[in-house]
Nanobody, 123 residues
Framework: QVQLAESGGGLVQAGGSLRLSCAAS????????MGWFRQAPGKEREFVAT????????YYADSVKGRFTISRDNAKNTVYLQMNSLKPEDTAVYYC????????????????WGQGTQVTVSS
């Protein structure tokens, strides 16, 4: 059974940092591209960052570039999102996603999705 379990969300002041984790099971994690998306109240889900199967290639939304870093540990079947210099507009539920096809990850059409973790940034 495929599972993606996010953790690490919480409440943080503007300018602070959080590290999200997404633990994967039930599929060959090291063969999958992974990504992070977020959805704020009343807004559509949006792409945040993606990383390819090897970890050598990453891509970010302009809104988080230079502040967020995506990484993965294939030995631990886990993908991470380090979030620095957080802003109130980063407040959202953050989801991890995975697919064998990298373009599907970027476009939000991944086969596998987690349940999400709430990130709240206070001003």
């Amino acid at each position: 059974q495929v599972q993606l379990a996010e953790s690490g969300g919480g409440l943080v002041q503007a300018g602070g940092s959080l590290r999200l984790s997404c633990a994967a099971s039930g599929f060959t994690f090291s063969s999958y591209g992974m990504g992070w998306f977020r959805q704020a109240p009343g807004k559509e889900r949006e792409f945040v960052a993606t990383i390819n199967w090897s970890g050598r290639s990453t891509y970010y939304a302009d809104s988080v570039k230079g502040r967020f870093t995506i990484s993965r540990d294939n030995a631990k079947n886990t993908v991470y999102l380090q979030m620095n210099s957080l802003k109130p507009e980063d407040t959202a539920v953050y989801y991890c996603a995975g697919d064998r096809v990298q373009s599907k990850v970027v476009s939000g059409l991944s086969d596998y999705w987690g349940q999400g973790t709430q990130v709240t940034v206070s001003s």
